[in-house]
């Protein structure tokens, strides 16, 4: 399968995202191990004032820029006030300025609640939903803690695909017990709706959630290793089918919907992160926002900004982050643009890559290095395989 995704923007025309952490939630997920709090009350007058306070550091520490994208992550971003959400995008146009066709992306429960702001949203600017739909079966949907019905979301989907230009939705497979017919069906449903991206992620049972301690007293298992492949390769057989291939390891779309912010991500460009918990890549530095909301609004008021975090990354450091975010898409990655910012070091071993591409599992590609269909599911074990990680600088 080709791909038709554009290529790696080159250093001069280098995109610029950026990424806003609303910290807050009505309920924690069980499955949930996202920077995310219960509050009973948000004074939002202060934190919108918080925000664009963080929002002019980052600016300041990265001028000339043009974004081209911007994504409200969280948490539950679609909590967020529609004037809030405004007052940001507004000063962030006025710091970076807009690149033409923007991408600005805001995830949303598909609560009727919720979807009774997406006129707004839009209105403030917002041209793409992110909805975190999760399951087509209500039972599933009580399993994962959410609050929404299946009914409730599909309204929700049908307001977002009036009110937004581009709408995606997440869907959680691999549950307790879930047969590989019953999810072709849940699957076949939810492509039927006409999204242009799908985002289809495992359950994993991650530290610190409920779930986490519920695994621990084997009152929960999920799908063992053979069950989860049969269910992530019918997964990418039948996205493909249907027009929706996977661009990388978890999200499918149309050709020319892929997320133009998380491809940014993925091809190791630079962002900037504002809010609790949120972490950013600009020009070689790492940054970290402190987590806890109050931790974070206490640093805003005394800096001036959330920033925990600010270290100059190491050449091998920025090497290795970004061939293994590289080699999640399926475009793969650019060996030459590694091996640059490694300043000349081996970052890739290459008898593991000949016996590798020998087995059907990788292939290069000119310059770049594609994990193929047949090695996406082992992409961890590629991964280790691969990446020369004894070196440091």
């Not at 971003?77 to 006025?94: D, F, G, I, K």
Request: proline share 5%.
């Amino acid at each position: 399968m080709s791909s038709a995704i554009s290529p790696t923007p080159t250093l001069d025309a280098a995109p610029l995202a950026l990424y806003v952490h609303w910290p807050f939630c009505v309920s924690k997920c069980p499955y949930c191990d996202f920077n995310s709090h219960v509050r009973e009350s948000v004074d939002q007058e202060a934190w919108a004032k918080a925000m664009l306070a963080d929002l002019a550091h980052e600016a300041a520490a990265l001028p000339g820029r043009r974004l081209t994208s911007i994504f409200f992550g969280g948490g539950t971003p679609s909590l967020m006030p529609p004037s809030t959400v405004a007052a940001m995008l507004n000063a962030a146009e006025q710091h970076w300025g807009f690149a033409d066709g923007i991408e600005i992306t805001l995830e949303a429960n598909p609560s009727s609640v919720e979807a009774a702001r997406f006129a707004d949203l839009a209105a403030a600017g917002v041209n793409r939903a992110s909805l975190g739909v999760q399951a087509l079966d209500d039972a599933a949907l009580r399993f994962l803690g959410r609050a929404h019905g299946v009914d409730e979301a599909l309204r929700a989907l049908q307001t977002a695909q009036e009110q937004f230009g581009r709408v995606s939705f997440d869907l959680i497979y691999a549950r307790p017990g879930q047969p590989l017919a019953e999810w072709e069906a849940e699957l076949s449903r939810a492509i039927g709706y006409g999204t242009e991206h799908l985002s289809l992620y495992q359950l994993t049972i991650e530290p610190g959630t409920r779930f986490h301690t519920e695994a621990a007293a084997g009152r929960l298992v999920i799908p063992d290793g053979d069950a989860a492949a049969d269910l992530f390769e019918t997964t990418r057989a039948i996205t493909a089918a249907a027009g929706l291939p996977a661009y990388e390891t978890s999200n499918h779309a149309r050709i020319g919907a892929e997320s133009r912010h998380n491809l940014t991500y993925w091809r190791y460009g630079d962002y900037a992160g504002i809010g609790p918990g949120a972490h950013g890549r600009r020009e070689g530095v790492a940054t970290a926002r402190r987590k806890k909301p109050e931790n974070w609004m206490g640093a805003v008021d005394r800096n001036g900004h959330g920033i925990e975090l600010e270290e100059t990354l190491p050449p091998v450091s920025r090497a290795t982050e970004a061939l293994v975010m590289g080699l999640r898409l399926h475009e793969g990655v650019d060996l030459s643009r590694v091996t640059a910012l490694a300043e000349g070091r081996t970052m890739v071993d290459d008898a593991a890559v000949d016996r590798l591409a020998g087995q059907g599992l990788v292939r290069r590609d000119g310059d770049r290095l594609i994990v193929t269909e047949a090695g996406a599911l082992l992409l961890d074990a590629i991964l280790r395989e691969v990446v020369v990680t004894d070196e440091v600088g």
